[in-house]
């Protein structure tokens, strides 16, 4: 536990117990079934096993660049309230971009880092960042939410942090901070949505002809490529479907440049701690080895499409087993909304629209705050510009799509 504690005093209700708010460096000391039974909205991210994971593999924590600083609230003993928060050196993993922010402090010869980051790292998926118990009523949520928010600030002002950022919030959690003084800014993903297809091919009747006929032929083509693709449960993946998983994504991190940012055994701790969230797609070649597959995290409210990978390309066989099979997932299980990652207008013409995200900022110095409102409101304009026009140029037929 960090050295610090805040005591709330309930000055409303004498027989409310006090509201003691601390900040933890890991969740080691945190009950798992108490933090999860928090509301996390549909994302398995900010659940009690991601976050667990991410430190018990390294990929957080000491020489990482992620520290951890949860904000844990409690009243009587029993937990009410978290947000995941930590200190930053850098701004890598985040993928809401600030660099040019950093390079215009340090024009101006102030000091970026380090920086405050509520988020879940290296996972760019919407979510609830405030977690909450779902049992306590209006007045109590408010309660802790301040008290969770004075905390923050305080964290803020002791580790001399130049800045804090809310990464990939939900949308009710932006305006809840912009009322508090932070800066909103808007970005923008591509997200499929269930509208209650009967099966793939009930989605394939909503698009434009040319658009059906490709991806019929995409499927054709990838099909070719393997003799069996099928989702296993978390329970279910065997030590060599995790060791292919970690192969396949650091695979995938060296075609593109990138950084490994989950470091060995992450995939390993993660069937262990949340095997229930987790369905591996694997890929087998016609001989009946596993070359290909992707990761998925699921809960009933959607399908989160994770670390793609291969050992020997395929054409179209990305698409298949990162998009067109959660599709068919989310279909046959009715799951309303499927995020495949950041980024990637070629997944416009296979049924992903363009969907807000969200994220807000506060800055200690205020010319840079002054400097970076100014930045961001030119932003939402070309931000919902390109956006309709991407709308524009989405497969389905007018009327099938939104």
Not at 195 to 210: E, I
Request: proline residues 5%; aromatic residues 12%; contains cysteine.
């Amino acid at each position: 536990m960090w050295g610090c504690c805040f005591v709330v005093e309930n000055s409303l209700d004498p027989l409310r117990v006090d509201l003691t708010v601390d900040i933890v460096e890991d969740l080691s000391g945190v009950n798992p079934a108490n933090w999860d039974a928090l509301d996390h909205g549909s994302s398995p991210f900010t659940e009690f096993g991601f976050l667990r994971a991410l430190e018990r593999s390294g990929s957080v924590g000491p020489g990482s660049g992620w520290i951890p600083r949860y904000v844990v609230a409690r009243r009587g003993g029993d937990l009410v309230g978290a947000i995941p928060a930590y200190l930053k050196a850098h701004s890598y993993g985040e993928y809401i971009f600030d660099w040019s922010w950093a390079s215009g402090a340090q024009r101006a010869g102030l000091r970026y880092y380090p920086k405050l980051v509520v988020a879940v790292p290296m996972t760019p998926a919407g979510g609830q960042r405030i977690l909450l118990r779902p049992r306590d009523d209006a007045e109590a949520r408010e309660e802790i939410l301040a008290g969770m928010l004075e905390a923050l600030m305080e964290l803020a002002a002791r580790e001399q942090v130049s800045s804090i950022h809310w990464l990939f919030c939900s949308a009710p959690e932006r305006a809840t901070l912009e009322a508090r003084g932070f800066l909103g800014r808007t970005t923008f993903q591509f997200h499929w949505e269930n509208r209650g297809y009967g099966d793939f091919a009930g989605f394939l009747d909503g698009l434009r002809s040319r658009k059906r006929k490709q991806i019929i032929k995409e499927r054709r083509r990838a099909a070719a490529a393997f003799s069996s693709l099928e989702f296993v449960d978390g329970p279910d993946m065997s030590p060599d479907d995790l060791r292919a998983l970690d192969r396949f994504y650091r695979g995938t991190v060296r075609e593109r440049g990138g950084i490994a940012y989950l470091e060995p055994g992450f995939f390993e701790t993660l069937r262990g701690l949340a095997p229930d969230r987790l369905r591996f797609c694997r890929v087998l070649d016609p001989q009946g080895s596993l070359f290909a597959g992707a990761l998925y995290l699921e809960t009933a409210g959607g399908l989160y499409g994770r670390y793609w990978g291969c050992d020997v390309r395929r054409p179209f066989l990305h698409f298949e087993a990162a998009y067109y099979a959660g599709i068919e997932r989310c279909i046959a299980r009715g799951i309303p909304r499927f995020e495949a990652g950041a980024q990637g207008e070629h997944k416009l013409l296979r049924g992903f629209l363009p969907v807000k995200t969200h994220s807000c900022h506060w800055f200690a110095h205020s010319g840079l705050s002054h400097a970076v409102s100014a930045a961001l409101r030119e932003e939402e304009i070309a931000t919902s510009h390109r956006m309709n026009k991407l709308a524009d140029l989405g497969p389905f037929k007018a009327g099938a799509g939104s």
